[in-house]
């Protein structure tokens, strides 16, 4: 499972999830700080990732675009790193089975 958190996410998230997701990645990490929503899904897509955001900008893409990539909407506000790590780590059977669903495109996680 290779998650793509974009900018509003740390990239320190990567590192925390390293043990449970170690092909994920960060925009930053990527040299993408500063690219537009659609230049990442592209690379999301070409690439293999789920997409993770809080911006739901991301939806109106999916919505346009359909999968792939997947879309992860976490829909919990700006938080910490250690919130956003453990909101995932929690949702980990659930990424799972959202990754296997050919049907669904978005998976929302509050």
Known sequence: ????FDHHLSHKVVRRL?????DSMQTRLLGFGTAVDSV???YARQH???AVTLDADYYDISL???HPP????LRCGNQKTAFIEKLVRDHHPIIAEFENDATAGCLEIY
Do not use: N, Q, S
Request: aromatic share 14%; no cysteine.
């Open 70 to 73: 997947k879309l992860i909407w």
């Open 1 to 4: 499972m290779k998650l793509l």
């Open 48 to 50: 293999g990732f789920m």
């Open 40 to 42: 990442i899904w592209e």
């Open 64 to 66: 346009l675009r359909g």
């Open 18 to 22: 390293a043990d449970v997701l170690p």
